[in-house]
């Protein structure tokens, strides 16, 4: 797979080169019931690469309704861990200097408020732009002030005109969801002040090559950034990177942070992570398509440790019914003879089939009678917390299996 398709970059134009075929994949969080099975809907995932613009991206995306709209199956409150990084996300903001007199901040994506709530209960002048709508409904509860609407250029000078320019600008883990996000950066220009800052994180493509997280591929995540495709994405509208600043969570992210050209001196980090990831290859195709047979390797690796496992009599479960894990449990075909259940402690998940494999997912309380020989860390990225929680599980002789950075079971 390396020719050029007919597919365009969605932000330089040029024609795209793929370099990676999931195959047919459902929606990620697609979560569904035994009477949706004959009607799911499957694309066809393919992830190619553009020399021009950096950006590593999915040929074909479902449309946005279809993947956020008032059953969205995710809540981002689900991890203490998380909340934790959103308040010191926030803290960052507000200690940075950005904020300047009488200050407005607006999120996009905001889900159930877990980042913008530390301004909100501040009095702060704020906004939340997300789309579905029972993760919004649930932020204005919170007391986060959100409008359910996807965020458009149009969007961008609505808000300008209802509230004023924004000083700060936020996401997490949204950016790399929009397949539209030139128009999107055309309108954080139109609503950013000419001191206001663009703060967003999304998982950090360095990390995903380095530790063959090829599961963060799905229908959601249209992009994988990195320093070098963002540079070159804002800027077409002349807004440049002043910081870098790399973060642990969802398994290895980035914290991109921009403003209006020459309003604020560039940081060292800079410099030095476009630097890295020259070196990294993050700018070539060959790099992409060492990274599909990585990938290859793992699914081969992974189909094996199961097989065996199963024919030993083991039982197997998998913990965290992911989006991510879409992407593993169809490209590596693994249905519900191998992995008996998933547990989730999202309720909106639960008594659900997962997509495209139907394995259903149980209650976490299923998990903890049921005690299987072996739990699928599906939330890898969130082992931390969930060993410390798992101890006794652990301790009774359940084990554990990731795939990132490699298939294994944890010692
Ligand atoms: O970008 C996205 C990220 C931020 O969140 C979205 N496109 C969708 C979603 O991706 P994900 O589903 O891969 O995210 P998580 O955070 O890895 O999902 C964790 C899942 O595991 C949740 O369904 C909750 C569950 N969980 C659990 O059952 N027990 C999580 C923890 C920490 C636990 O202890």
């Known amino acids: 797979m390396s020719n050029r398709s007919t597919?365009?970059?969605?932000?330089?134009?040029?024609?795209?080169?793929?370099?990676?075929?999931?195959?047919?994949?459902?929606?990620?969080?697609?979560?569904?019931?035994?009477?949706?099975?004959?009607?799911e809907y499957f694309f066809h995932m393919q992830v190619g690469f553009d020399p021009e613009s950096k950006m590593f991206?999915?040929?074909?995306?479902?449309?946005?309704e279809q993947m956020f709209h008032e059953n969205y199956a995710f809540f981002s409150g689900t991890s203490r861990f998380m909340a934790a990084h959103f308040e010191e996300f926030a803290n960052r903001v507000k200690s940075s200097g950005c904020l300047k007199t009488d200050p407005?901040?607006?999120?996009?994506?905001?889900?159930?408020?877990?980042?913008?709530?530390?301004?909100?209960?501040?009095?702060?002048?704020?906004?939340g732009v997300e789309p579905s709508r029972n993760v919004a409904t649930v932020a204005n509860e919170q007391g986060v002030s959100t409008i359910s609407e996807f965020f458009t250029a149009e969007l961008a000078e609505q808000i300008v005109k209802e509230h004023g320019q924004a000083d700060a600008f936020l996401a997490a883990n949204v950016m790399c969801h929009i397949p539209t996000i030139r128009n999107v950066v055309k309108g954080i220009k139109?609503?950013?002040?000419?001191?206001?800052?663009?703060?967003?994180?999304?998982?950090?493509?360095?990390?995903?090559?380095?530790?063959?997280s090829y599961d963060q591929l799905y229908d959601e995540h249209v992009f994988l950034f990195s320093a070098l495709s963002i540079q070159y994405l804002f800027a077409l509208e002349d807004l440049e990177l002043i910081d870098l600043q790399p973060q642990g969570t969802h398994g290895g992210s980035m914290r991109y942070v921009l403003a209006h050209q020459g309003a604020y001196p560039q940081q060292p980090s800079v410099a030095a992570i476009l630097s890295e990831e020259k070196a990294q290859g993050l700018d070539r195709l060959e790099t992409f398509q060492a990274f599909a047979q990585q990938v290859?390797?793992?699914k081969t690796e992974l189909q094996e440790l199961l097989s065996d496992l199963k024919r030993q009599g083991k039982k197997i479960a998998g913990y965290g019914a992911t989006s991510k894990s879409t992407t593993i449990l169809n490209y590596c075909g693994i249905g519900p003879d191998v992995v008996d259940y998933i547990s989730d402690t999202t309720p909106i998940k639960q008594g659900k089939y997962s997509p495209g494999?139907?394995?259903?997912?149980?209650?976490?309380?299923?998990?903890?009678?049921d005690r299987p020989d072996y739990a699928v860390l599906f939330a890898w990225n969130?082992?931390?917390?969930?060993?410390?929680?798992?101890?006794?599980?652990?301790?009774?002789?359940?084990?554990?299996?990731?795939?990132?950075?490699?298939?294994?079971?944890?010692?």
């Open 357 to 369: 494999t139907h394995i259903p997912v149980q209650p976490y309380e299923h998990f903890q009678q």
């Open 296 to 298: 290859a390797r793992s």
């Open 104 to 127: 407005f901040v607006v999120e996009l994506g905001c889900n159930d408020g877990i980042l913008l709530r530390h301004f909100a209960k501040e009095g702060m002048h704020h906004l």
């Open 7 to 39: 597919w365009k970059c969605r932000i330089s134009g040029e024609p795209l080169f793929p370099v990676l075929d999931f195959g047919l994949q459902p929606l990620g969080n697609g979560f569904l019931l035994p009477e949706q099975f004959d009607k």
């Open 190 to 212: 139109t609503l950013l002040k000419p001191t206001g800052v663009v703060q967003f994180e999304d998982p950090y493509l360095g990390d995903v090559l380095r530790k063959t």
């Open 382 to 411: 969130h082992q931390q917390e969930i060993l410390a929680k798992e101890l006794g599980y652990t301790q009774s002789g359940g084990q554990w299996i990731v795939h990132v950075p490699q298939v294994q079971i944890l010692k």
């Open 57 to 64: 991206q999915l040929l074909e995306q479902p449309n946005p």
